[in-house]
């Protein structure tokens, strides 16, 4: 059973920067494409961002182009959302996801993570 715990999240000033983690358990990350989403109170969750298990293919929302990145040479088992730039309006959380089939922005993901609150201030 594939497990995601994410780390990261935290209080930060709009223009600064986080990055989130989400360590892989219970299975190679190797063999997964992982994703990133984002989701308010009472709102749809939100595609952030999605990387494939090799690292050629990525795929990132409207909302965190330019701002938002999946780094590569993270340590092993474990992917990251390095945000920039970051505004009051990203402020909810966000959590990762795992799936064996990629699709770019309309990958189903299988495996969630518990969450990491990200919050903006102004």
């Known amino acids: 059973q594939v497990q995601l715990v994410e780390s990261g999240g935290g209080l930060v000033q709009a223009g600064g920067s986080l990055r989130l983690s989400c360590a892989v358990s219970?299975?190679?990350?190797?063999?997964?494409?992982m994703g990133w989403f984002r989701q308010a109170p009472g709102k749809e969750r939100e595609f952030v961002a999605g990387i494939s298990w090799s690292g050629v293919s990525t795929a990132y929302a409207d909302s965190g182009k330019g701002r938002f990145t999946i780094p590569r040479g993270t340590a092993k088992n474990t992917e990251s959302l390095q945000m920039n730039n970051l505004k009051p309006k990203d402020t909810t959380v966000y959590y990762c996801?795992?799936?064996?089939?990629?699709?770019?922005?309309?990958?189903?993901?299988?495996?969630w993570g518990q969450g990491a609150q990200v919050t903006v201030s102004s």
């Open positions: 996801a795992a799936t064996r089939n990629w699709a770019g922005r309309d990958s189903r993901y299988d495996y």
């Open positions: 219970g299975d190679t990350l190797r063999t997964y494409h």
